[in-house]
């Protein structure tokens, strides 16, 4: 598997439900991104956590890191249509921060 | 600022001719990551550059594929000649090392070659 992973690759929820979305990499980390991409436009960045933080809010956004299974989830509560995208995490690795690592994403579909 | 500059949004070409993707970056970022998107493969690094300076090529798929930074302001992708296969959305990004690497996307360049 790739430095980082998304589960599941695809997500359908109802409006109002919230959204979990997974993602689990290889190699000690010095932060992890979570990405947000609609369709036909490039990602933008949502939140960033680093490795020292268990977790992290923001609005309707809640990020975990659990650097023991190097795993983190993303949960979107309250799930509106405006958050149909695909959703990316990234990591910075700890001996390599001058570059990011984007796993292949999430792609999540709200359904009115 | 107006974020990450590409151009064009779209480019359409016959396969052997030359493509050339222009990207201005966030004024003050020292960094430039150049990525393809394909449904295929996902989003994959090509190259970035740190203060106009190649650091990491190794995404570049093969000797047709080439990029330069002549300033801090400019980039260029160019592939030559084309093929379909290189048909895909080319993103540019740009990031601030004591931001923590967080990147900024330009809106990207979707390429067809036929």
């Known amino acids: 598997s790739q430095q980082g992973e998304e589960d599941p690759q695809a997500l359908s929820i109802q409006e109002g439900e919230n959204a979990t979305m997974n993602c689990s990499y290889k190699?000690?980390?010095?932060?992890l991104q979570w990405y947000r991409q609609n369709s036909g436009r490039g990602l933008v960045h949502l939140i960033l956590i680093r490795s020292n933080e268990r977790e992290k809010h923001s609005g309707r956004l809640r990020v975990t890191l659990d650097t023991s299974k190097k795993s983190s989830s993303l949960l979107i509560t309250a799930s509106r249509a405006a958050d149909t995208a695909s959703y990316f995490c990234a990591t910075v690795l700890m001996n390599r921060d001058d570059k990011i690592i984007f796993g292949k994403g999430t792609r999540l579909h709200i359904l009115p | 600022d107006a974020g990450v500059i590409q151009s064009p949004r779209h480019e359409v070409t016959e396969m052997g001719q030359e493509v050339t993707l222009r990207c201005k970056p966030i004024?003050?970022?020292?960094?430039l990551f150049w990525y393809r998107q394909t449904m295929m493969r996902g989003l994959e690094l090509l190259i970035y550059f740190n203060n106009n300076v190649p650091i990491d090529d190794s995404g570049m798929p093969e000797d047709r594929f080439s990029a330069k930074m002549p300033n801090a302001s400019f980039s260029t992708l160019k592939i030559q000649p084309s093929e379909p296969r290189d048909s895909a959305v080319y993103f540019c990004?740009?990031?601030?090392?004591?931001?923590?690497?967080?990147?900024?996307f330009g809106p990207g360049t979707r390429l067809t070659v036929l």
């Open positions: 004024s003050g970022h020292d960094y």
């Open positions: 190699t000690s980390i010095n932060n």
């Open positions: 990004a740009s990031s601030l090392r004591t931001l923590n690497n967080e990147q900024f």
